[in-house]
């Protein structure tokens, strides 16, 4: 919601995001799709981004069981057959039976999980793509029934709309496509890899500037560290225990496509299978075979409620003629029962919330109004919700797989957890390093759901109290100025540590936070003045530097006077001007996209033209030398 909002209001200019990690490119904050759409839908209506997020993954959630019976018949499945698949998804859960955690969870074997994980565990975007996967196999099968170019482009757009939506839903797409490969008869094989090949690398190319590789990079660089259970198995040989797997499924595949069971029938069973030992074997903290693979489960159940259909179908078909009404009328008891079940379920997760008793909600407004743009530390369901509510930059904000600045994976330990006296004495001065103006420590009568600051009250003789409310405290943390921007000697910035992956030394980011509280020091204002661009005035000698704590990315240009000056990275991963004035001087900072940024466009632009050319050109046959 907090992206979507901030998007729908800077369509001129969104490419920076302000908010989060010290600040960051808007493509690294997460696949841009669904905040695309609810951005548009706000705009459009005129309602609010929240009121537009529950519509816009609503109507996902809804035609789910839609897209998975139109896949199953595409697939080569009765109707019948289909239709039951896709109303077992619609009505039943079967990880609750395989997994006993999620039926704990759910309170039983008959609540939805598919709607859980999207109203209670924020997962729009996962489902939204779930919605979108079984598109992309209907795509891809048409593409291999027509052999048409204009059918192979709608499948490359379905893969970039699947890519574009959800890291872990394109994970699961990738399962999909390659047990639908592994199902198809051998005279379709061959056609059916390039085809999938071919649809996936355009597919990319549509959505290349939204996912920049560089993005890619930053995703993939914090895999290790985001995923304890798939970092061990790594270490435990999981790659070859994945590689197995493969080799196993794509063996059950091969049998399955010798065999007299339908198409649609092989690929649920094979998916099903996979994605199964995927999920089953998943242990967060200690083996994972691909990363959180666990999330998986809602995918796993396509399968198995297509399987389940077929089988209901087929059992139905045994049916004397004469019976089959009575059967039809006695099903519509258990059905019913289930929907009573699913209904009574979707009325407690979805009652209204009173946001002024909540204290993610007051807070948040609190800052909004006395500590306007100020950057501030916030933690655990205060922090997911914070942006929402306010344009007031976090710390850290969400999420670990797009972090950048080092050192913000360690600070939560250093503030949340209640340590020595020693590290207690830190957490001023390394928050003052990083530009924070406030902490919001919630309390025991807070409503935060994970209270991930630790007894708070050890804040209270440390830092001023601005604030109390809801059970959620406050607190100052004291600085010369409210600058983002300061004027230092070229020996004070904080050294790049060597190698890079080395921690930061304590002391250096002791010894800047005192310069920066400097009395004698030059004040240097600092203000947006859009969403990339700032201004930045002081009066300086010519050995002086300008430390911003903005986060640092190829990209940064500055300049003073219209002539450009240098921008270098210090040691916490802020900016570094190189300014050379004397006297009074204006800076002009402007962010101007990584440089990864045209080529993507580029390449975005031309896979659209080739996309339309395609699509809605003349009807042509693809290459024999493909589909021979």
Known sequence: MGLANYLSRHWSDYSWWPLWHCGMPYTDTYVPLLHLLVAATATLSKIGAAHAYHAVTGLFYVLGPITLYLMAVRLGAGRGGAFV???????????????????????????????????????????????????????????????????????????????????????????????????????????????AAVSAAFGYAIACYGIPPSSLRTVVGNVGAMHAGFSAGLRAAGPLLLAASLACAAAIGWWLSRTRVALF????????????????????????LLPQAGRLHLEMEMGACLILGSLAWFLYSLIPGWVRPIAIVLCLAPFGLQLEHYRARARMELEPVDLAKRSEYTSARWADAHLPGQRIYVAGSTSFWWNAFTDDPQLVGCCAQNQSVPILKDVPYLVDLPGSASDTARITPYLQALGVQALVANGPGSTD??????????????????????????????????????????????????????????????????????????IADFSWMRGGTARIAATLTPADLISVQVAWFRGWKAYVAGHSIPVTRDGLGFLLLHPACTGPCEIMLRWTGRPDLIPSAAISVAAAGLFGFLAFGRRTSLPKKWIA
Not at 149 to 168: E, K, Y
Request: one cysteine or more; glycine letters at 6%.
């Open 265 to 288: 029938l092989r690929f649920a069973m094979l998916n099903f299978l996979l994605l199964a030992l995927l999920v089953l074997t998943a242990r967060p903290e200690r083996f994972e």
């Open 449 to 522: 759901e994970y209270k991930d600051v630790h007894s708070p009250q050890r804040f209270d003789a440390l830092l001023p109290v601005l604030h109390r409310e809801m059970g959620d405290t406050i607190y100052a943390i004291p600085q010369r100025t409210t600058s983002l921007a300061h004027a230092i000697g070229s020996a004070e910035a904080v050294p790049v540590p060597v190698p890079a992956d080395k921690p930061l030394s304590s002391d250096d980011i002791l010894r800047y936070a005192a310069v920066l509280q400097d009395p004698a020091r030059p």
């Open 85 to 195: 698949g896709a109303l077992f998804y619609s009505l039943f859960s079967p990880c609750t039976l395989m997994m006993p955690d999620i039926a704990k969870d759910l309170g039983g074997f008959w609540g939805c999980r598919r709607l859980q994980v999207l109203v209670v565990y924020g997962e729009g975007p996962h489902v939204s793509d779930m919605t979108l996967l079984p598109l992309g196999i209907l795509a891809l099968q048409s593409a291999l029934q027509s052999r048409t170019r204009r059918a192979l482009a709608w499948a490359a757009l379905t893969f970039a709309a699947v890519f574009s939506m959800n890291v872990p839903g394109s994970m699961a797409a990738g399962v999909a496509v390659f047990c639908w490969l592994c199902v198809q008869p051998a005279g379709e094989r061959r056609a059916a890899w390039i085809l």
